[in-house]
């Protein structure tokens, strides 16, 4: 059983930042990608960014330049550093992760297996 856990979210102000981390426990830890997604309030839930197994990332057009993705060197967690926060950011942000080659960049959410509870984003105005 694959379990993902996700910690650092909050109210924040326009302008700052938030970092977010994900751990995965459960089983002997293969080669994961792991990507952030995140849900706003009445909206479908939507890709922010990514990482793979090797280190390679995507990231969303919205965030790209604010937020960066990475991953602990012991590579079961993995991190979303928050900058530049906009009121439009805020959501519940999500971890997900599944089992691929290590050079697979994974960007859809429908091709991850595993997901956390999600933590909550607010960025005041």
């Known amino acids: 059983q694959v379990q993902l856990v996700e910690s650092g979210g909050g109210l924040v102000q326009a302008g700052g930042s938030l970092r977010l981390s994900c751990v995965v426990s459960g089983r002997t830890f293969s080669s994961y990608a792991m990507a952030w997604f995140r849900q706003a309030l009445g909206k479908e839930r939507e890709f922010v960014a990514a990482?793979?197994?090797?280190?390679?990332?995507r990231y969303a057009d919205s965030v790209k330049g604010r937020f960066t993705i990475s991953r602990g060197n012991a590579k079961n967690t993995v991190y979303l550093q928050m900058n530049s926060l906009k009121p439009e950011d805020t959501a519940v942000y999500y971890c997900?992760?599944?089992?691929?080659?290590?050079?697979?960049?994974?960007?859809?959410?429908?091709?991850?297996?595993?997901w956390g509870q999600g933590t909550q984003v607010t960025v005041s105005s």
């Open positions: 990482i793979s197994w090797s280190y390679s990332t």
């Open positions: 997900a992760a599944v089992l691929t080659p290590a050079l697979v960049v994974v960007t859809h959410s429908g091709q991850y297996d595993y």
